[in-house]
């Protein structure tokens, strides 16, 4: 199985703070990492797909970026809705896995 | 407008067998290109992918629990099934569906999810 480990796991930022998470996979990836969001209680949400692209109707202050093994996400300036758990996940081969997830919380 | 919904028994005694309905709409599972994947989480944990069903009844299972999980679909009716068998404690998640695109390798469409608790 392909390991994914995120850092950090947990975060405190400001609003309007600039915000970045890492991935990294035990083995190359090439661009098959997608980041999702998810809040308490809620389902995740698919944020970026294929390390770089972002969904539909997702926010431009969200990007990722890397390849291969190392990825990140970028929030240029966090809003109050951006306060979530973030996972990062591969897809290059099954069984897929997921990052143990980055939670980011209000300072 | 693609929505998935899960359903299925909220209380499971170790041993049984859980039973779990992903039921869709919006696409279906009969054109080429897309699937449909279940992903488990422990309550406070991770995501955890278990299995995936394809438009032509490919299917993909995690390993360590492929002895234990068995997904289906019926196309006709927009759901998929997936059972579990011999539960365990350790089982208790929330079970999400998802919708799967195999050529971007996402899941861009989740259900709500449903909380199963495993106890005697």
């Known amino acids: 199985d392909i390991q994914m480990t995120q850092s950090p796991s947990s975060l405190s930022a400001s609003v309007g703070d600039r915000v970045t998470i890492t991935c990294r996979a035990s083995?190359?990836?090439?661009?098959?990492l997608n980041w999702c969001q998810q809040k308490p209680g809620q389902a995740p949400k698919l944020l970026i797909s294929a390390a770089s692209s972002l969904q539909s109707g997702v926010p431009s202050r969200f990007s990722g970026s890397g390849s291969g093994t190392d990825f990140t996400l970028t929030i240029s300036s966090l809003q109050p809705e951006d306060f979530a758990t973030y996972y990062c996940q591969q897809s290059y081969s099954t069984p897929f896995t997921f990052g143990p997830g980055t939670k980011v919380d209000i300072k | 407008q693609i929505t998935l919904k899960e359903s299925g028994p909220t209380l499971v005694k170790p041993t049984q067998t859980l039973t779990l309905t992903c039921t869709f709409s919006?696409?279906?599972?009969?054109?080429?290109?897309?699937?449909v994947g279940w992903i488990r989480q422990p309550p406070g944990k991770a995501l955890e992918w278990l299995a995936l069903?394809?438009?032509?009844?490919?299917?993909r299972y995690r390993p360590s629990l492929r002895s234990r999980l068995t997904i289906t679909k019926d196309t006709s009716k927009n759901l998929v099934v997936l059972t579990m068998t011999n539960m365990d404690p350790v089982d208790t998640a929330t079970y999400y569906c998802?919708?799967?695109?195999?050529?971007?390798?996402?899941?861009?469409?989740w259900g709500q999810g449903t909380l199963v608790t495993v106890s005697s």
């Open positions: 919006g696409f279906s599972l009969s054109t080429s290109g897309v699937g």
């Open positions: 069903i394809y438009w032509d009844d490919d299917n």
């Open positions: 083995q190359s990836i090439s661009t098959y």
């Open positions: 998802a919708h799967f695109l195999v050529d971007r390798r996402q899941f861009d469409y």
